[in-house]
């Protein structure tokens, strides 16, 4: 029997691999390792190889397109409710066959070692971001024990620590402290000015990231983030499908002819997510200087609802607008937005 379908559940060294045929009929059902992973695949025809969206996936997938295969990428939520029986290698690598076959499947589109790469400065980054907001934290509940308070803010921080440095009447333990505080906060400030330089210079070299950087409240860390996440939106048929793959549609409680709109779903990425919504609070701010048809809105908007719900809501709109423009390759213009925007529904 010809193999058309093989199904893998990765994992870190061992894996499940099932061989099906186009009569879904069972081939073989093998526990490799990765050395004979590798060696196996290359020496199976070409066919689809399907597995979950997870951790090393990207690089399998990359691998088994260079041996010719057709790989296919599923979300793990989408792959669980086809799980019989036990939870074990075998039943998970018949669930991702099964799941590979339904309607409506969106695939998860493989990210170059490029796009990979930059996830990694971002996710090292949020690392040095919370470690850098913990330094800052707990040396300030420590001082405020000997009525050394100060206001919030890096500038603050920077004042106080330099002014507790160098008062020769401060107790000397309290300088030592202070000091070394402040050499690791200059570390972790150094590590990630580092870090946003590199970031903003791969987003200018990327095409998708010059368009993302002429939208309102894009800078270089959305626009990179954004750009080696969905590259061109060409993972979602619409750009309702980005904001619902972002969270940021309304949760919706319907039956019979009753429905309610709850809170944001906050499904998907919520890194991205919580960038978009720091954009969008920097765009909401400074709308009131500015004339054109978005900020209208958002002054509209702010009337309405409030400032917290018109956050939430430009961030909608930020998301859809960046859809259109990496589809139509085209950078962010006032009128065109607007025209483009309620075509598709963005307010």
């Not at 004979?36 to 088994?64: I, N, T």
């Not at 939520?77 to 018949?94: C, E, I, L, W, Y």
């Not at 040095?128 to 907001?133: E, G, I, N, P, S």
């Not at 956050?311 to 607007?338: C, D, E, F, N, S």
Request: glycine content about 6%; proline content about 4%; some cysteine.
């Amino acid at each position: 029997m010809k193999v058309s379908t093989i199904s893998i559940d990765l994992a870190k060294n061992v894996f499940q691999v099932l061989g099906m045929d186009k009569h879904a009929k069972q081939v073989f059902s093998k526990r490799l390792n990765r050395a004979q992973l590798s060696e196996f695949m290359s020496q199976q025809p070409a066919c689809d190889v399907v597995f979950e969206a997870c951790y090393s996936s990207h690089y399998w997938g990359r691998k088994f397109i260079a041996m010719g295969h057709n790989v296919k990428l599923i979300p793990a939520q989408h792959v669980t409710p086809f799980v019989r029986g036990s939870k074990n290698d075998k039943n998970d690598a018949m669930a991702i066959y099964e799941a590979s076959f339904r309607p409506n499947i969106r695939f998860v589109p493989i990210k170059t070692e490029v796009q990979q790469e930059i996830l990694m400065l971002h996710r090292v980054r949020e690392r040095l971001v919370k470690q850098r907001t913990a330094c800052t934290n707990q040396i300030r509940g420590v001082l405020v024990d000997f009525g050394i308070c100060f206001p919030q803010g890096h500038s603050a921080f920077e004042r106080a620590m330099w002014d507790i440095i160098c008062d020769e009447a401060q107790r000397p333990l309290i300088k030592l402290i202070a000091n070394d505080f402040w050499e690791e906060y200059q570390a972790l400030s150094k590590r990630l000015e580092r870090i946003n330089s590199l970031l903003k210079q791969l987003v200018e070299q990327d095409p998708n990231g010059k368009i993302l950087l002429s939208i309102p409240g894009v800078g270089p860390i959305i626009a990179s983030a954004f750009a080696a996440a969905i590259g061109a939106g060409q993972a979602f048929n619409s750009p309702k499908e980005l904001a619902v793959w972002l969270g940021l549609t309304p949760q919706q409680f319907a039956s019979g002819n009753k429905s309610v709109n709850g809170g944001i779903t906050k499904r998907g990425d919520g890194y991205l997510r919580k960038q978009l919504i720091h954009g969008a609070r920097t765009v909401v701010s400074h709308a009131s200087k500015k004339n054109d048809d978005l900020n209208q809105w958002i002054m509209q908007l702010i009337s309405r609802k409030g400032i917290c719900s018109t956050v939430v809501a430009t961030a909608h709109r930020l998301a859809r607008l960046i859809w259109i423009l990496l589809q139509k390759q085209v950078p962010y213009a006032p009128q065109y937005a607007a025209n483009q925007g309620a075509s598709h529904g963005t307010c």
